[in-house]
């Protein structure tokens, strides 16, 4: 799919997601993207079943998402708005900064609904925030800053 093949605003369904977010499971954070602007913002969701493999070890009893994977899924909602731009689909991206708050838990049962937004987007870097929300509530939000790798290094000064 290229961009130019879409309108402005788009959707991408779970097998589209992969040709922009180059994670997989058990990594791959969320299921499908209802809404994404490329170079602007990127929105949709996780939705968390009984059988996910983290919540009998976090935490037996009481399960909830990990914190570190509640960022993750808002980090490649981010790296969608970016690599659905032309020339960027199917590209690694790296973090380079989070700030994060855990605002609730996020439980079996319940959609993390994502929110993603690219402030800025220069030489490879891309500076944005998210916010996760839980039946209408947020649960997280983080600003981030993530990389291209590739794009980036071709701006780092030669040795």
């Known amino acids: 799919m290229d961009q130019g093949d879409k309108a402005l605003s788009f959707s991408l369904n779970g097998e589209e997601l992969k040709e922009f977010q180059p994670n997989r499971y058990p990594f791959l954070m969320i299921d499908y993207v209802t809404d994404v602007e490329p170079g ?10 009984n059988n996910e493999w983290y919540f009998p070890i976090h935490f037996p009893g009481r399960p909830n ?6 960022l993750e899924a808002m980090a490649q909602m981010l790296t969608v708005a970016i690599t659905t731009q ?6 690694i991206t790296h973090a380079l900064r989070h700030t994060v708050r855990f605002r609730k838990e996020v439980l079996p049962g319940e959609s993390l609904m994502i929110e993603a937004y690219v402030d800025s987007w220069r030489r490879g870097v891309c500076k944005g925030h ?28 030669r040795k």
């Open 40 to 49: 602007k913002y990127a929105k949709g969701y996780k939705h968390l079943s």
């Open 65 to 70: 998402m990990p914190g570190a994977l509640q």
């Open 86 to 91: 032309d020339g960027l689909k199917g590209m």
């Open 130 to 157: 998210a916010t996760g929300y839980t039946n209408g509530t947020v649960a997280c939000e983080a600003e981030m800053m993530i990389t291209i790798p590739e794009i980036f290094e071709q701006y780092l000064p």
